[in-house]
C-alpha cells in the first residue's frame, strides 16, 4: 500500500511568485490534514478536509494560502503570493478515521518550499 | 491550551550508547502522547503512542517512553542506539477527545540526534 505522497518534494522561489504543492493520501483516506514547520518552529496545523469539505481551517495564516481537495481525492496547497516567511516544510498528513483513538494519522514526506 | 517542550535541541550520542530524549507537555486532562520521528529524506513516522494504561510504551525499532503524570513527561528511551537512528524526534501531545485538526497533534520544536561513531 502506497504511503502519503507530496509533490514537489523540494521548491526554490522568488517572493512574489505563486507554488502548489500537492498531496496523494494514502486510499481510502477520508481525512486530509496539512501542517507547517518554519524552521526552527513547531510543526503547526493548518487545514483538516473530510472528503471534500474543509472541516477546519483555523490554522491557516492568511488569504494567500489556498487548499482544495477536488473530489475527495488528492488536495493541493497553493501559496499566491509566495513571501519570505512561507518558507519552511509543508506536511501532508491522512488518517482512515477523525478521532485519535483507534486510528493513525500518515505524514509524507514534506514539501521543502524556500522563498528568496 | 496544550503545549510541548522538548528542552534539547540537538543530542549527540556515540553509538551503541543508551539515550533519552525528553518532552514535557502542558494539558489539563488526562492527554495523548506521541513520539514521532523524521529521517533523512523521509516522512514524519510513529514511534510510539500513549493513549491509557501501563505507562511504558514499546514502539518500533526499539524504543520506549515512559508517561509520568507527576511530572508531565513523556520521555523516549533507546537502550543502544544505531547509526540509523540519527534522525529528528517530535514529541507531541493531543486531547483523548480530539481528531487530527487544530484541536489535535500540538508538537513539540523537535529534537536533532546526532550518532557518533
Known amino acids: 500500500e502506497a504511503g502519503v505522497t507530496q509533490f514537489p518534494s523540494h521548491s526554490v522561489i522568488e517572493k512574489g511568485q505563486t507554488v502548489t504543492l500537492r498531496c496523494d493520501p494514502i486510499?481510502?483516506?477520508?481525512?486530509l490534514y496539512w501542517y507547517r514547520r518554519v524552521m526552527g518552529k513547531e510543526i503547526k496545523f493548518l487545514l483538516h478536509?473530510?472528503?471534500?469539505?474543509?472541516?477546519?481551517e483555523s490554522g491557516m495564516p492568511n488569504n494567500r494560502f489556498l487548499a482544495e481537495r477536488t473530489g475527495g481525492t488528492y488536495s493541493t496547497l497553493k501559496v499566491q503570493p509566495a513571501e519570505l516567511e512561507d518558507s519552511g516544510v509543508y506536511f501532508c498528513?491522512?488518517?482512515?478515521?477523525?478521532?485519535?483513538?483507534?486510528?493513525?494519522?500518515?505524514f509524507g514526506e514534506g514539501s521543502w518550499l524556500t522563498v528568496v | 491550551a496544550q503545549s510541548v517542550t522538548q528542552p534539547d535541541i540537538h543530542i549527540t550520542v556515540s553509538e551503541g550508547a543508551s539515550l533519552e530524549l525528553r518532552c514535557n507537555y502542558s494539558?489539563?486532562?488526562?492527554?495523548?502522547l506521541f513520539w514521532y520521528v523524521q529521517s533523512p529524506g523521509q516522512g514524519l513516522q510513529l514511534l510510539l503512542k500513549?493513549?491509557?494504561?501501563?505507562?511504558l510504551v514499546q514502539g518500533i525499532k526499539g524504543f520506549e517512553a515512559e508517561f509520568k503524570r507527576s511530572q508531565s513527561s513523556f520521555n523516549l528511551r533507546k537502550p543502544s542506539v544505531h547509526w540509523s537512528d540519527a534522525a529528528e524526534y517530535f514529541c507531541?501531545?493531543?486531547?483523548?477527545?480530539?481528531?487530527?485538526?487544530?484541536?489535535?497533534?500540538?508538537f513539540g520544536k523537535g529534537t536533532h540526534l546526532i550518532i557518533q561513531p
Open positions: 486510499s481510502g483516506h477520508d481525512n
Open positions: 478536509f473530510v472528503k471534500e469539505s474543509k472541516q477546519d
Open positions: 507531541a501531545v493531543a486531547s483523548q477527545y480530539s481528531g487530527g485538526g487544530a484541536d489535535g497533534l500540538t
Open positions: 500513549y493513549f491509557s494504561g501501563d505507562t
Open positions: 494539558y489539563g486532562a488526562t492527554p495523548y
Open positions: 498528513a491522512s488518517s482512515r478515521l477523525q478521532r485519535l483513538s483507534g486510528n493513525t494519522i500518515y
